[in-house]
């Protein structure tokens, strides 16, 4: 069993910047892809962005340029720097962790409000 444990969360103005992290349990976390989603109230959980267990990124058109995955598999633990932040960046921020078959498994989420 995998747990994840998200924090960064907060109340930041539009233009301001926030640094998300992920902490992973378990032995596992260098082998596995590592993604971050948001779902705001009234739409669908989307993906932000993700981190294979080698590097590789991909980002929602909509943060490209803004926000950047990063993984230190010593601290078992994937970060989302957010820097220009918007108000329709406001949403519940989840940490995901997938792998091989059903290896797949969600953090708590950590609300990111941004407002003047």
């Known amino acids: 069993q995998v747990q994840l444990v998200e924090a960064g969360g907060g109340l930041v103005q539009p233009g301001g910047s926030l640094r998300l992290s992920c902490v992973a349990s378990?032995?596992?976390?260098?082998?596995?892809?590592m993604g971050w989603y948001r779902q705001a109230p009234g739409k669908q959980r989307e993906l932000v962005a993700d981190i294979t267990d080698d590097g590789i990124t991909n980002y929602a058109d909509s943060v490209k340029g803004r926000f950047t995955i990063s993984r230190d598999n010593a601290k078992n633990t994937v970060y989302l720097q957010m820097n220009s932040l918007k108000p329709e960046d406001a949403a519940v921020y989840y940490c995901?962790?997938?792998?091989?078959?059903?290896?797949?498994?969600w953090g708590q989420g950590t609300q990111v409000t941004v407002s003047s």
């Open positions: 995901r962790q997938y792998g091989l078959g059903p290896f797949d498994y």
């Open positions: 378990g032995r596992f976390f260098s082998i596995n892809a």
